[in-house]
């Protein structure tokens, strides 16, 4: 049981560049969501999604793009990635009340 | 949402009992109050969930006042392995339209030998 699966987990990229934060969950559920973590902040919420094609901002979108073509992929997009989105990046479902993460996707934009 | 306000820190000794609160003024009619544990290097992953009074399984307590404006995380006899951030999450976890589910600075517990 996979669970919720993130790639890559680490990344380095430059400045300006397009970085694809992959999400991929085994179960069904319906609610995705994309948090950030940086020290002293926390874990902040950047999308979320409440099914396949139904995506909503959270409290830092700004900078990234989201999609849901299906229920099982949740990918986060940097268009333009800045030295600001150096982060840890962790996607998460939801069901029965309870959050469950993935492994964190660590990205460093030089 | 409602914000949550938890110490930066808290020091301990093994096989101590450790309590976190932490705090939520302006908490929801639906809200409910859940705890998460992180590693380094891991997602979260949830300890206890509750909504009033206390909640207990195999790992903490939750202890929730009447006015639910607070809630307190025990860990009883504490070990190294505890050692980990510990974040409070305020929100509506169960079938809300608005999942805007999110987490404090959290607070970091350093289990001493």
């Known amino acids: 049981d996979a669970g919720i699966t993130q790639s890559p987990r680490y990344k380095i990229t430059e400045t300006g560049r397009q970085v694809t934060l992959m999400c991929h969950q085994t179960?069904?559920?319906?609610?995705m969501f994309w948090y950030r973590q940086d020290l002293g902040h926390g874990l902040r919420l950047i999308y979320y999604s409440a099914a396949a094609d139904i995506t909503d901002k959270g409290e830092v979108p700004d900078g990234y793009v989201v999609s849901r073509s299906k229920t099982e992929n949740f990918p986060l997009t940097l268009e333009s990635a800045t030295r600001s989105q150096t982060s840890v990046y962790f996607c998460a479902s939801i069901i029965g009340g309870e959050l469950f993460f993935g492994e964190g996707s660590r990205l460093t934009v030089l | 949402l409602a914000k949550t306000t938890q110490p930066i820190s808290m020091d301990s000794y093994e096989g101590q009992e450790v309590n976190i609160t932490c705090s939520h003024n302006?908490?929801?009619?639906?809200?409910?109050i859940t705890w998460y544990q992180q590693f380094p290097s891991q997602g979260p992953r949830f300890i206890i969930q509750g909504y009033k009074t206390k909640v207990t399984n195999e790992v903490a307590s939750l202890f929730i006042p009447a006015d639910r404006k607070s809630s307190t995380l025990s860990l009883p006899r504490v070990s190294l392995s505890d050692t980990a951030v510990y974040y409070c999450l305020v929100g509506d976890m169960w079938g809300s339209n608005d999942y805007k589910l999110s987490f404090g600075a959290g607070t970091t517990v350093t289990v001493r030998a």
């Open positions: 179960w069904s559920h319906s609610y």
């Open positions: 302006n908490i929801a009619t639906n809200d409910y």
